[in-house]
Each structure stands twice: as structure tokens, then as C-alpha cells.
Nanobody, 118 residues
Framework: QVQLVESGGGLVQAGDSLRLSCAAS????????MGWFRQAPGKEREFVAS????????NYADSVKGRFTISRANAKNTVYLQMNSLKPEDTAVYYC???????????WGQGTQVTVSS
């Protein structure tokens, strides 16, 4: 089993920055990738960014490229999402997730709310 706990959400103004953290515990290995997703009210959950735990391969949604950066601290089993130049449309509940590189994301955190006011 794997447990994920997100933190760092909050209420900010457009143009501000936030850094989300996701602490993982349990059976984490180098074959796990980690990702961030978000879900805005009335919308489906969407992919934001991902990173492999055994390398530096990262992927981003087009909507956040150049503004968000995903990184990890392997010694702490923690993944971060640095969010700069936030926009009101970034308002959502942000979820951390993990799973095997070759499989689906099958472990999810409880989510952290990010609200960006205009």
C-alpha cells in the first residue's frame, strides 16, 4: 500500500505563486512515477504534470507549461509542484497520484484546494 498526503494549497491572487507538496509513504520503489492532477468545479479531473521517480523525465499539460514545475526529493519520498504566474482558471482541487511507470495511477491523495482570485 502507498499513502499520499498533499499540502500547500491556499487562496492567492492572480500572478502569485504557490508550491504544493506530496509526501509518499509505504511501498515506493524506483519504478513508480508520480503526478499531479486537478479538478475544477463542474469539470472532469485533468492531468497537470508527472515525473518519474528513477529519472528526470517530466511531462506537463499544455495549459501549465512554462508556469508550473514538478520536482522530487527522493530521500524524502516527496514530490513538489511549483506553480508560478497563477491564473483564476488554475483554481481547482489538486491531487497527487502515483503508480507503476507502465501502469495506471492507482494511488491517490485526498487533494488540496488552490483558489486564485482575479
Amino acid at each position: 500500500q502507498v499513502q499520499l498526503v498533499e499540502s500547500g494549497g491556499g487562496l492567492v491572487q492572480a500572478g502569485d505563486s504557490l508550491r504544493l507538496s506530496c509526501a509518499a509513504s509505504g511501498r515506493i520503489s524506483s519504478t513508480y512515477r508520480m503526478g499531479w492532477f486537478r479538478q475544477a468545479p463542474g469539470k472532469e479531473r485533468e492531468f497537470v504534470a508527472s515525473i518519474g521517480l528513477s529519472g528526470d523525465i517530466t511531462n506537463y499539460a499544455d495549459s501549465v507549461k512554462g508556469r508550473f514545475t514538478i520536482s522530487r526529493a527522493n530521500a524524502k519520498n516527496t514530490v513538489y509542484l511549483q506553480m508560478n504566474s497563477l491564473k483564476p482558471e488554475d483554481t481547482a482541487v489538486y491531487y497527487c497520484a502515483t503508480g507503476l511507470i507502465s501502469g495506471p495511477y492507482n494511488y491517490w491523495g485526498q487533494g488540496t484546494q488552490v483558489t486564485v482570485s482575479s
